[in-house]
């Protein structure tokens, strides 16, 4: 098992890539803490997992705010022990450009985005460098490398979190905290389906955005969550001891291909 007996905590864990990795995470030794902003989703993972014998905990809150991000990250560490894994995975996806979007929708991908790992990560070094070390995994996009047309906020939130994944590498490796950042191309969650609706329109045929979508990788498919979770696994694992401050593409060859 590659993460026997540590200890993570992952954010957005109750739905999409983030249950991917929480379910990836447990049945490699690992115990998790999921925390969501949806409660409901967080339980039933939580319930589900723990009738297959694994060691989680739910905790519920909004990663942007400063106080559920400090109580989170305490329940954690009550119910863990300790700290060894951050996964800043939480985030939103509200389409537009700087004319279209609302500040309201700019404002809420900034604070989920980009502050919610700021947040968390403030939280959970100190209970790293108590243990002597530890991973973050930051989950980017390649919307942060790449112009894609109404992105604005989007796009410029996930680029943030690539460089503050390397200013936190430069400022934590003295204390053997390696920080990472996975970026996703287009994963088969349900928000990519609440996409290709909302784009399709009413009685609109949303498939074939989907299929739209596959045909731009060079691998002609979009990702499965869990080949986004099998790299961030890889990246918080021991097998990753000399990698820090990467940004690791996980794109199908979509950002290559631009």
Known sequence: MR???????VTGGASGIGRAIVERFAQEGASVAVCDINAEACHELVNQLHTQGYRVVATVGDVSTAED??????????????LDILINNAGVDIKGTV?????EGWDRQIAVNLTGVYRMSKCAIPEMIKAEGGAIVNIGSVAGFLGITGLAAYGTSKGAVVQLTRNLAADFAPYNIRVNSV????????LLEHACRELAGPGGDWEAIRNMYAE?????RVAQPSEIANAVLFLASDEASFI???ALMVDGGFSIKQ
């Open 69 to 82: 991000a400090r109580r989170m990250v305490a329940e954690a560490v009550s119910f863990l022990g300790g």
């Open 3 to 9: 993460l026997l007996n540590k200890r993570a905590v």
């Open 99 to 103: 004319v279209s979007i609302t500040d």
């Open 183 to 190: 970026n996703p191309g287009t994963v088969d969650t349900p």
């Open 216 to 220: 731009a990788q060079l691998i002609k």
């Open 244 to 246: 820090t401050g990467t």
